[in-house]
């Protein structure tokens, strides 16, 4: 989605759990090897590709680094990184904080982009949709389209869920 297009989606309702149960659940989220990063991975593997993970000497600590083909792929929640899809919803709850929060995490990952182009590196980001979800593809046509951005040499790319068959 261009960030012309931008559109605010706020959840309807309140958040049901408690303030305990929140703060309980949102210190469990994890930055790195996440399930949907940790599926992409076993299948890329089983694929036959072989990567690095989280090279902190890149900007960004990319999720997946492909030296040889100087590519790198982040694998991006939805939510946390503000996808536009109907998994990005804004917390009702303390929504200036979420609206403010997830715009920092935007403008963090233009920035990083920015710095990994302009140090020659590819980028592909992979949506949490497109591996999780109502609208997530299978794993074959996610590492078939990685496999094929990888080949195809393409400065960047993004595999994001299917949303057109939601309709």
Known sequence: MADDEEVLRIARNPDPLTPEQRRRNMSRIRAHDTQPEMLLRQHLHAAGLRYRIHDRRLAGTPDLVFPGR???????GCFWHG??????????????????????N???????????????????????????????????????GVIAWLEAGLAEGEVSGDWSAMS
């Open 70 to 76: 100087k590519a790198v792929i982040f694998v991006h």
């Open 83 to 104: 996808h536009g899809c109907p998994k990005s919803v804004t917390p009702a709850t303390n929504t200036a904080f979420w609206v403010e929060k997830i715009t920092r």
């Open 106 to 144: 935007r403008q963090r990952d233009e920035a990083v982009d920015r710095a990994l182009r302009a140090a020659g590196w590819r980028i592909l980001t992979v949506w949490e949709c497109a591996l999780r979800g109502r609208a997530r593809r299978t794993m074959p046509q996610v590492t078939q």
